[in-house]
């Protein structure tokens, strides 16, 4: 059952359910954004199978304040401009991830960039201040429906998928956030949204670089990946006999020779937590490929066999 949450009462049980890993809707002024905390990467795998998205791309991760965002990214020259001039408010800046900032890798995608956001809605800002912690957010809607704007329709799409719904009312804006990458050397607008452009300019005092994505792995939407996170070493699929000098990736039970095992107990919630962090374990290690073993096609196999595919490919 999905509980409907309401008002400060509705902010403290969310906030409960929320630290206890489970899935909770929440109003902002853009759309309604299913939220995680960002820390715990079973919660936030969680994420990704409520919605059936079958992608791993990177969230964005909500928090009440300037200074709370800048605890998680280094937010310095242009991205602090722009912070100051519309935070809180429906931009999102993605800036260099601070390692210690205790992510889950599943939030940023394995990147060493983060996507940061402070929500104006005071619902919104008074969760954010109970929770005291960074909420990882996509739109509240199943993979390739459109956005929820209200309560209802987060309610009618995931109904029993996750714990609760807390209801802010329609939200005002009702487009998803600007998204602006300042983690090159000039500021890129990598989606258009809430916010617009021109007020982007003004507080930049020079245009805003609009070049899609150039990677060819970029997908057509907007606000997606230019690059994506792939091992240094080679990526080897669907092994059941690693070669000789490989490091074995294992899924499921009965596997001690492996280097490392997506989940022993053989669940993907747990595997899909675990891939970044053990791909990047596993590429720092000696060995001359990553051999991973058959990720079951459904689910959040999906995802993990779309990213496992990306990291094998050849480049
Ligand atoms: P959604 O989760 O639906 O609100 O979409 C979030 C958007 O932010 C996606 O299009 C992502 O590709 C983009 N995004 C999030 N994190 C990053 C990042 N580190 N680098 C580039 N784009 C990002
Ligand atoms: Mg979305």
Redesign the pocket.
Known sequence: MTERLEGEAGVTRAVELLRAGALVAIPTETVY?LAADARNGTAVAGIFEAKGRPRF????CHLPSLQAAAAIGAIEGEALRLARAFWPGPL?L?VP?RPEAGLSPLV??G?Q???LRVPALPLAQALLAAFDGPLA???ANPSGRI?PSTAAHVAEALSGRIAAVLDGGPAEVGV??T?V?C?GPTPRL??PGGLPVEALEDALGAPLNHDAPTNDTAPS??????SHYAPAKPVLLNVTTPPEGALFLAFGPGHPEAAANLSAAGDLREAAANLFSMLHALDAQPGTAIAVAPIPQHGLGLAINDRLTRAAAPR
Do not use: K, W
């Open positions: 954004g791309n990177p969230l964005i999102t993605v991830l940023t995608a990147l960039t983060v996507a957010a996509p739109s956005s998803e956030s998204i990458d983690s990598l989606r939407a907007p606000g997606q990946l230019s």
